[in-house]
């Protein structure tokens, strides 16, 4: 018994992705998606306003993504999808990632 639980559970893991690398997935689309809605605000504000309203963004941001960065990376885990974590971590705007995470 206990050997049948651990092989079930060494072939359930070779059926997940790379938390690591959905890690990285997730906190680049995030940062990417994030700062692109943020920066024509921060560009728009007065120019004395700047540096406050980015260190209120950074936090607001910080915020944001350790409350829902588990979220994302567990269901890229069960996704298991190697192409569009590999498109996530390369992309450099947030129009590749996006366009990253409609191809599932």
Excluded at 39 to 63: G, Y
Excluded at 66 to 88: F, K, M, R
């Amino acid at each position: 018994m206990v050997r049948m639980l651990l092989l079930a559970m060494v072939v359930l893991a070779a059926c997940k992705g790379d938390r690591q690398k959905c890690e990285t997935g997730c906190r680049n689309y995030a940062t990417l998606v994030y700062w692109k809605a943020m920066d024509p605000l921060i560009a728009a504000a007065p120019p004395e306003q700047r540096d406050a309203m980015r260190r209120e963004k950074l936090a607001d941001f910080e915020s944001k993504l350790e409350g829902g960065v588990e979220t994302c990376i567990t269901q890229c885990v069960s996704a298991n999808n190697d192409t569009t974590v590999d498109c996530l971590i390369a992309a450099k705007t947030a129009e590749a990632a996006k366009a990253c995470a409609s191809d599932d």
